[in-house]
């Protein structure tokens, strides 16, 4: 009864939209370019960078001495004149990374972008140049997507009309209750949406509703993301989400730049997340926080790099990629080939799986077969640098207990042979084989000894 009652209120929603001719979803087609691009930057950056203060948030419920200062005079001192799009844009391509999402305007209200809807705006600092635009530019210039994150919620706006600061604390913190924030939000959205050229992706952090409705009339095949699809913040889910999701997480502890006290994941965890969301089935939205000067955090520009070398190798296993079958065996994470018979195994290494060391696997999941054939991302499995003689061949044997695969990590890429992060086995023509039907054939052979 339950089902055919959801399923006449989805068909009734669905002649509803037919009938008003309003978009009222992503385009089905551009949710799964969404799913193979896998990897995106986010950036967070705005003038109150310059104090290392959380973006935005410090306004809630700030005192009317601190909110003076706070909107009159921070952006008479934000200067970035280190700014370099085009560096972040080709650090971020190097790492993998298939889009970006920026900060057009974050709950402040400050606006990174040329706007004639307020005069709290990067025009009215002294760099007095469009960051928005040259960011797009710049990252368009290298091919990747451009996204744009905005806040319908506007603490300026709130501070301009007397309303109590707060994050959907009061019916007027809600455009849908708030008629005059509704239509401040409107003309904001429209200039982003046309004079700007195409935007891939659209990031609604707050209430979102008739917003992105009219967002789509502006731009039908862009993809909402926040506001239409799961998009968990520094954290995962335990097990695969169906459709399109995006889980957004920091390098360090914060969003926005953060001088002090500010301990950052290493290249290691964050490759470890990626590999595990793309396991199952998201994309990861890794943020930076710029410096006030403009340049990126050296910490965080090093991570990019340590990625970037990982992606330079391993990078066939997370874009155009689909969840197998299941997720992982114990601590080896699994993707398959978005159309084709290939699966992606991601070995632990470092210590687990020493450089120049014969290891083998067991893959009970893996049914292999006379065609099946098993490489080993980025390493051709003939040399290992300074051993003569030394046999580094892949060797495979199906069995009825599960795929048996045995190879040697041979890939130099660090001097010291050290290097801590996945190997990658590329695993073709294979089937999925039941842990229980695993189970029974080890009875069988068990029972014939």
């Not at 990982?310 to 155009?320: A, K, R, T």
């Not at 065996?329 to 084709?340: G, P, Q, S």
């Amino acid at each position: 009864m339950k089902l055919r009652l959801l399923l006449a209120c989805a068909l009734s929603l669905s002649l509803l939209s037919a009938v008003s001719g309003q978009q009222t979803a992503n385009k089905p087609a551009r949710e799964q370019l969404f799913m193979d691009m896998g990897f995106g930057m986010f950036i967070h950056w705005s003038m109150d960078s310059q104090v290392g203060a959380v973006i935005s948030h410090s306004m809630a419920g700030a005192s009317e001495d601190y909110l003076n200062r706070f909107i009159n005079e921070l952006p008479k001192t934000f200067n970035p004149k280190k700014f370099d799009p085009e560096e972040w844009a080709i650090l971020a391509k190097l790492a993998g990374m298939k889009y970006v999402v920026f900060t057009a305007k974050h709950h402040s209200g400050f606006c990174m972008w040329n706007t004639k809807t307020t005069g709290f705006n990067i025009m009215n600092t002294p760099f007095n140049r469009d960051i928005m635009k040259e960011i797009l530019d710049a990252f368009r210039k290298q091919g990747l997507a451009v996204g744009i994150y905005y806040s319908p919620e506007d603490f300026h706006f709130f501070y301009e009309n007397h309303i109590p600061i707060g994050r959907l604390q009061l019916p007027q913190h809600y455009p849908a209750k708030n008629p005059d924030l509704m239509a401040y939000d409107k003309a904001q959205i429209k200039e982003l949406l046309t004079n700007y050229g195409k935007i891939d992706l659209f990031f609604f952090d707050g209430p979102e509703e008739q917003l992105k409705e009219f967002a789509w009339e502006l731009q039908p095949e862009l993809i909402v993301t926040r506001g239409q699809m799961q998009t968990p913040e520094q954290n995962l889910p335990d097990r695969p989400i169906p459709g399109p999701w995006e889980a957004c997480f920091t390098m360090g502890t914060d969003w926005q730049y953060k001088p002090t006290n500010d301990p950052h994941k290493t290249g290691t965890e964050i490759i470890n997340m990626l590999i595990e969301i793309r396991a199952k089935g998201g994309n990861l939205l890794l943020n930076v926080g710029p410096k006030p000067n403009g340049e990126l955090q050296i910490e965080q520009e090093a991570l990019l790099r340590e990625i970037a070398l990982w992606n330079l190798v391993n990078q066939e296993g997370i874009h155009s990629i689909r969840p197998w079958e299941i997720t992982r065996e114990r601590d080896v994470w699994f993707t398959k080939a978005k159309d084709e018979n290939i699966v992606y195994a991601f070995i632990p290494a470092g210590t687990n799986w020493k450089y120049g060391e014969r290891k083998e696997f067991v893959f009970k999941s893996l049914a292999g077969n006379e065609q099946t054939k098993v490489s080993i991302l980025g390493y051709a499995s003939e040399l290992v640098e300074y051993r003569p003689g030394f046999d580094a061949k892949i060797n495979i044997s199906p069995t009825p207990i599960g795929l048996v695969i045995s190879a040697v990590n041979g890939h130099r890429l660090y001097t010291n042979n050290q290097w801590p992060n996945p190997v990658v086995l590329k695993i073709e023509n294979v089937k999925y084989i039941l842990l229980k039907q695993v189970q029974n054939n080890r009875s069988k052979i068990d029972g014939a000894k």
